[in-house]
């Protein structure tokens, strides 16, 4: 293992962060949570969904369903049905018509929701904390743009927003720069972006082309105990298409990583706009030191993977509810 990977590493103080995740789970997202409800240094305090990767009531109940068989107990507010003022895409063709890939989740789940959708949940857990609970959107921007549109006031108690999307240097597999985050729901994002509140963007691409998983590290999955085994099925049929080989993206981990574990990543400040009308979603970007937006431009691949491989050895024994 990496000496930057050590034990201490994971267990340094004061390194826990609060959180909100805003999820559409979605593979990628599923995989996400799993490692962030199992790391001692994330304290989450609000799960919120959205509709992006699949229509908002299935990704509700795939996040209630991971709770369940993980047997944790969060508080989880449903979100935004579609996007601000767009019909919202969907991505089942590639996390699967459930949301969850090779997994087949239940139809439906007993796990109460909270009363209070995602925008008054999100506010009022933003309001009692002290200026540091970040949120953290795996997902469109939806949620996030209607709390600041009907509370203004919480802009000044947000310390910081983790960004999972955008592609501004583009991609064969994207040529206009757009990634299925902000082209979801591009209008969301500008709200975001408006605010000046400063944010840690996780580009599209360093999940694919970065710290991507190889198919032998996939096939090893299947002997890492419940959750490896659960983790084996979503991702059988989420492979990344357009590659040599298979591969499977982390980018929802990527982001939170991010947030948690900086000396993974490499990031320069920067100045990023969003396209809202010729070609919705398209980020560009211009590097400069007083940049609102922490941009990831690389990670440190091997160490990136030794994490992963560290976070799955601490659940081998860890039996799924049934």
Known sequence: MNKILSTEFYKTKNREIKVILDTDPGVDDSACIIYALFDENVKIKLFTTVAGNIPLEKATRNLAHLLDVLDKDYPIAKGASKALTRVSPTAEHMHGIEGLGGYAPPTTCARKLLKEDAVEAMYKVIMEGDGDIVPVMLGPQTNLANLITSHPDVVKKIPKIVVMGGSPF??????????????????????????KIPILMCPSHMGRIKAHLEEDFVLALKDKGDVGDFLYQMYSTYWEPNYPTKRITTNDTCALFALIYPELFITEKACV??????????????FTSDGQVDFIKDLHREEFLDMLEYKLSKLLSFKLKK
Do not use: E
């Open 273 to 286: 706009s969003v396209n809202t009308t010729d070609a919705p979603g398209k980020t560009d970007i211009t």
């Open 170 to 195: 583009g991609h064969k597999d994207y040529p206009d720069h757009i990634s299925f985050n902000l082209s979801t729901d591009p209008d969301a994002f500008k709200i975001v972006l408006d605010t």
